[in-house]
């Protein structure tokens, strides 16, 4: 997990800073447990289905940017600024939002404990899910070294500006579609500016809330080289914007 210097470098040559990227040391194994997660992040109508049954409000709003924590508030998952269908991801909706979905997940299978907590449904670890994305590989992407993605992901040089339906660009070698591009993606983590201390099992960093929460990916608005598995991003619990969704993770027992 993370990334060794050279790699570093390499972002940092190519839109990144050393800055940016010093959060993804120090490299590290970690032990990964069985886990299920999603093939595709969480659609907009699967969304749309959650928001009908529980009358879960948009809040706020939704940053518009990309580069700053503010929030429009007429911005919504269900308006974000561009056309979107049911199979598009979801955007616009924050950690609480999507804790809110899985809670919803586990009610459904367990109504008698709704919103207790429990359940197999949650969000991955942020160490899960760069498992899922490397997917069994070395390299800088999941595909190669280099950071022509087309058509392995939607990023800033081919998705014109919005999000795409799930599943239109190459399932990564275990079968998972859009693990990086198109979207951000919350994780359950606290963030930390290093992995000094971090867990070596796999699990959750969990600190006194409210914390920043690490959101990976990359997505349609951001370049190449934040679509390495390793990259990093954080955001205020109640933080929405037009390119952040979420994916769906299962313990396995």
């Not at 570093?8 to 299920?36: C, L, N, R, Y």
């Not at 979107?84 to 809670?103: F, G, H, I, K, L």
């Not at 190459?170 to 930390?192: H, I, K, R, S």
């Not at 349609?220 to 598995?229: I, K, M, T």
Request: charged share 25%; net charge negative.
């Amino acid at each position: 997990m993370g990334s060794p210097r050279e790699e570093k470098a390499w972002a940092a040559s190519h839109g990144g800073t050393m800055s940016a990227v010093e959060d993804e040391a120090p490299q590290h194994e970690v032990q990964i447990s069985a886990f299920a997660i999603g093939k595709y992040t969480v659609t907009r109508g699967e969304y749309a289905a959650f928001a009908r049954a529980t009358g879960h409000a948009y809040a706020d709003g939704c940053g518009h940017d990309g580069a700053k924590w503010e929030k429009r508030p007429g911005v919504t998952w269900e308006s974000p600024g561009f056309r979107q269908t049911d199979r598009d991801p979801v955007v616009c909706v924050s950690w609480y939002d999507a804790r809110a979905y899985v809670d919803w997940l586990n009610a459904k299978m367990r109504p008698e404990s709704r919103n207790d907590g429990l359940g197999p449904y949650r969000l991955p670890s942020e160490g899960e899910w760069e498992y899922a994305a490397r997917a069994g590989t070395a390299t800088r992407f999941w595909w190669s070294d280099t950071a022509e993605a087309n058509p392995r992901a939607w990023y800033s040089a081919n998705a014109a500006r919005t999000t795409h339906p799930v599943g239109t660009r190459m399932a990564n070698p275990f079968g998972l579609y859009d693990m990086t591009g198109n979207v951000w993606q919350w994780t359950e983590d606290c963030y930390g500016e290093s992995y000094a201390g971090a867990p070596a099992n796999g699990s959750a960093v969990e600190r006194p809330a409210p914390c920043l929460r690490v959101d990976r990916g990359g997505s349609w608005y951001y370049d190449g080289w934040l679509l390495r598995p390793a990259a990093r991003e954080r955001n205020p619990e109640d933080y929405r914007d037009i390119m952040m969704g979420f994916r769906v993770a299962r313990s396995v027992h």
